[in-house]
């Protein structure tokens, strides 16, 4: 059977693909990996089109067994892989054989980690994706010990190389000020970029809540009509500490956004683990 059997998952394993857009009208974000650079570079490993569904795996812990002969591959943070006992690289092309066990540590930097196998995974799909919305409860549940996910036979052309690149830690994420900049103080606009934030315990793949010593003054103290959310936005509620908006955000909020994380940072910001700190650096 064209099948792996989820053994074990760790803190939260999901499946993810690219999202689904074009909902929010319905009240449904995108969704889909939060660290997209490495989900689609799990996915060029073992041939597969970059919309294939990959296994995002939060803080390690995955355990699963194989029921086929297959090419797997696993990016993102830095865990331990290892199949049947034997530690594997990350970032490459891997073999693993019908009965085989594969298991990922908890990794010593990174906190999303993704294990792409070349056919992808073949859950249904709900809205034309296969991922799953922790915050709409769209698509399907979160995996649990015992799960079996089907493998399916899309595949795209092999790639050039068999290795990728090992994602790097960010130091600094890039932003563009606005929509609601003029919301804040000149003060609280230049505090943004000049002092570091720590990411806190309460974060998840909705957002991740920053603490920085100052907190972010506001010029305007009215209150602001609900207005659409984008991917990267940092919303500002009452106490001044920003949230940055990950895969699963709400698609309307009530605070002002004093300024939008790149999307190319997005997925960097996504390997951010609780207690570490990053700088914003404006754009131009």
């Avoid at 390690?60 to 086929?68: H, P, V, Y």
């Avoid at 799960?147 to 690149?165: M, S």
Wanted: aromatic residues 4%.
């Amino acid at each position: 059977m064209r099948a792996l059997t989820v053994l074990q998952t760790g803190p939260l394993c999901t499946v993810q693909d690219r999202g689904r857009p074009g909902h929010p009208s319905i009240g449904v974000g995108r969704s889909g990996a939060a660290d997209l650079l490495s989900h689609d570079a799990a996915n060029r490993l073992v041939g597969n089109n970059s919309d294939a569904a990959t296994l995002e795996v939060t803080f390690g812990g995955l355990e699963l067994r194989a029921g086929f002969d297959g090419l797997v591959a696993v990016t993102g943070a830095h865990a331990t892989c290892r199949i049947d006992g034997t530690e594997q690289g990350l970032n490459s092309t891997l073999v693993m054989r019908a009965g085989q066990e594969l298991e990922l540590s908890a990794p010593t930097w990174g906190l999303r980690s993704y294990l792409a196998v070349r056919g992808g995974i073949d859950v249904p799909e709900v809205l034309g994706s296969r991922s799953t919305d922790t915050m709409s409860g769209i698509g399907p549940a979160a995996l649990s010990p015992g799960t079996v996910l089907p493998v399916g036979n899309g595949k795209a052309c092999w790639p050039a190389a068999d290795f990728a690149p090992a994602p790097a830690q960010p130091d600094a994420l890039c932003v563009s000020f606005g929509p609601r900049e003029h919301w804040f103080s000149e003060h609280a606009r230049s505090i943004l970029l000049e002092q570091p934030w720590t990411v806190t315990q309460d974060s998840d793949r909705v957002g991740i809540r920053l603490d920085g010593a100052e907190p972010l003054g506001r010029a305007i103290d009215d209150e602001l009509s609900s207005e659409g959310m984008v991917l990267g936005s940092l919303q500002v509620p009452p106490s001044g500490q920003p949230v940055l908006f990950l895969a699963d955000h709400p698609v309307t909020g009530g605070y002002p956004v004093i300024a939008v994380v790149t999307a190319a940072d997005v997925s960097a910001a996504a390997r951010l683990t609780p207690g570490t700190q990053i700088q914003f650096r404006a754009l131009g």
